[in-house]
């Protein structure tokens, strides 16, 4: 008794002695506070193996003893009083104000960090936070004038119904990679977004050839100073005598490439009767990716899988992508860059992305304190600018005309209308990945598709175990306007029967009335794949499906998107001319089957 209340007394002490230090404390960040007692902690390990303390607990240990539990007691009403006064200090802090900002994928990891370091910096002198901030992702090109005439909402039709979901965030701020996004909205009189000002810049960057350090010496051999040369000269050094091959993401969902499309186009001094061809090249290459973000992962898995790490291809890439991927910070890809680094090639002809900061006024969410924390927020952001450490020229944007013309002809001219046939596995096993997924994705697509093209949707079944393949009607042809119900009649769909080989049901779809050859989507969880052939291997089940796929005179294609599984069992086919793809849809099923729209289109 008398050892514990010595130990309380001491503990007071101990604490009222040091109230200030722990305010202090207190008051620093967090990675200091947490280098501050791995360091008191060494120390008092150092100080405890000194020979003589030793000595001193062998020769005195019934004082000892009360002395370690008047420090022990010390400590522990220490830490009571911490926590309480950390309790009291979070419930003593009035909510922040919110501020959601929104840009592209391959921006939002160092607009995070900016965002993060204003926080942190705008503090009351209690150590409040004065605002909070969240970063998401702006919709893709193709949508954004949708979201902001709709409100954010993302407007769709189930059965005739009306349904409305927001994009992400509603934001207060997008920051966009071109001066010439906002000024396209504005000029469509979209009196949502701030009038632009000189000031409005917050970074600049230019778009590079990416390549691994291996292809980028083997350029050399070539051309020691790329930028020296014509860009035509320099895209055909790459393609034709290095027999490498240009990606890119798919201009309708990143702005980059849609830039990009137009260096590829003018800087080359291509002929508009090229630019078909030269398009479907690039949606051939472009690795399935729909973002910038996705291209990086998508070559880190080529690079992983190749026995070199030394892939053939050169990624057309805003420059701080090159950086983020080196340095493992790609989003939802680790370890990017750890098989094959990246080096960015530039060159002047390629085009400077120039960041803007716009101000987003909704109607009824305008506050004169919002505004003036968003105007405040704008003017640090100018002055810790994104990308500091990106080369970039003075000029070569382009302006929103061309933007605008651009777009339309990629979206409008480029892209063929499409007859897209979805053969959806309707098997027990795929009820649960493939159903609600499949039709949330055709949902979510439906701004990608075209007034003039048309969706058909079958299902893949057996009746019984190892019996006749059935392809079963699920939405005869609809358009655009129609997916709502589509999707509903894909929920709506019995998956109740047995898997079919993939092979028959091609052959079944290849009979009837369709009288023009289209490409076909599959949607399913994989096990298809494992009826094929009579070794169940991959060459003899790809076998059995390149013929199938050969003889069916009205499929100009097989896309096959796998769900509820990291892998394809049947990855390639042979002894076909016809076109194959199979990717993962991950956690990602609308971005998969928007990747299989626009890569189909080509299929002819």
Not at 505 to 513: A, C, F, H, K
Request: net charge negative.
């Amino acid at each position: 008794m008398q050892t514990a209340l010595i130990g309380a007394l001491a503990g007071a002490f101990v604490t009222w002695i040091s109230a200030p230090w722990l305010d202090l404390f207190q008051r620093q960040p967090f990675h200091v506070q947490l280098w501050l007692s791995l360091v008191a902690g060494v120390a008092l390990g150092a100080v405890a193996l000194i020979p003589v303390l030793r000595d001193l607990i062998q020769k005195h240990p019934s004082r000892v003893t009360t002395a370690l539990c008047v420090l022990a007691g010390g400590a522990l009403a220490t830490g009571v009083w911490t926590g309480v006064q950390t309790v009291a200090a979070d419930d003593q802090c009035p909510a922040p104000a919110e501020l959601r900002l929104v840009t592209a994928p391959e921006n939002v990891t160092e607009l995070t960090a900016r965002a993060q370091s204003y926080v942190r910096e705008h503090q009351t002198e209690d150590g409040c936070p004065v605002v909070r901030m969240t970063v998401g992702v702006a919709p893709p090109p193709i949508h954004l004038r949708d979201a902001f005439d709709n409100r954010w909402e993302w407007q769709e039709d189930r059965r005739d119904q009306p349904y409305a979901r927001l994009y992400d965030l509603q934001p207060d701020v997008w920051v966009a990679s071109s001066a010439a996004e906002p000024d396209e909205l504005r000029a469509g009189e979209l009196r949502l977004l701030s009038a632009r000002k000189p000031e409005d810049a917050v970074g600049r960057d230019q778009l590079v050839l990416a390549m691994t350090g291996q292809r980028r010496e083997e350029l050399g051999t070539y051309m020691d100073n790329p930028d020296g040369y014509p860009f035509g000269e320099v895209w055909d050094t790459l393609t034709k005598k290095m027999g490498m091959t240009i990606a890119r993401p798919f201009p309708e969902t990143s702005v980059a490439a849609l830039i990009g499309t137009h260096d590829v186009f003018h800087d080359r001094g291509l002929p508009e009767s090229r630019y078909l061809e030269t398009e479907q090249e690039l949606v051939e290459n472009g690795l399935g990716a729909d973002t910038v973000t996705s291209l990086l992962c998508e070559f880190d898995r080529l690079a992983d899988r190749s026995g070199a790490g030394n892939p053939k291809i050169a990624l057309l890439v805003p420059g701080h992508s090159v950086d983020d991927y080196n340095a493992g910070r790609v989003e939802g890809c680790e370890g990017t860059g750890d098989s094959a680094p990246l080096v960015g090639v530039r060159h002047h002809d390629l085009s400077t992305l120039d960041y803007q900061f716009v101000k987003v006024s909704w109607p009824d969410q305008r506050s004169a304190e919002r505004e003036k924390l968003v105007d405040h927020f704008g003017a640090w952001l100018r002055a810790h600018p994104l990308f500091p450490n990106a080369p970039g020229p003075a000029d070569g944007e382009l302006d929103h005309k061309e933007l605008g013309q651009l777009k339309k002809l990629v979206l409008d001219e480029l892209r063929p209308k499409l007859d897209l046939r979805l053969l959806v596995d309707t098997s027990g096993s795929a009820d649960r990945p493939v159903r609600v997924q499949a039709a949330e994705a055709v949902r979510a697509n439906n701004r990608l598709l075209g007034p003039r093209d048309e969706v058909r949707v079958f299902g893949l079944h057996a009746r019984t175990r190892n019996g006749p393949a059935q392809v079963t009607s699920i939405a005869g042809e609809s358009t655009t306007e129609e997916l709502g119900a589509v999707a509903a009649d894909i929920e709506g769909t019995a998956f109740d029967h047995w898997d079919a080989p993939t092979s028959a049901g091609l052959t079944r779809l290849g009979t009837g009335d369709e009288a023009v050859a289209a490409p076909v989507v599959l949607l399913t969880d994989g096990r298809l794949f494992d009826n094929e052939g009579e070794n169940e291997g991959e060459d003899d089940a790809g076998k059995v499906i390149a013929q199938a796929l050969e003889r069916a005179s009205t499929v100009s294609g097989l896309y096959v998107i796998v769900f509820g599984q990291d892998k394809c069992a049947v990855t390639a086919l042979r002894g076909t001319g016809k076109p194959y793809r199979c990717v993962t849809a991950g956690e990602g099923a609308d971005q998969a089957l928007t990747g299989a729209i626009i890569t189909v289109r080509g299929w002819r």
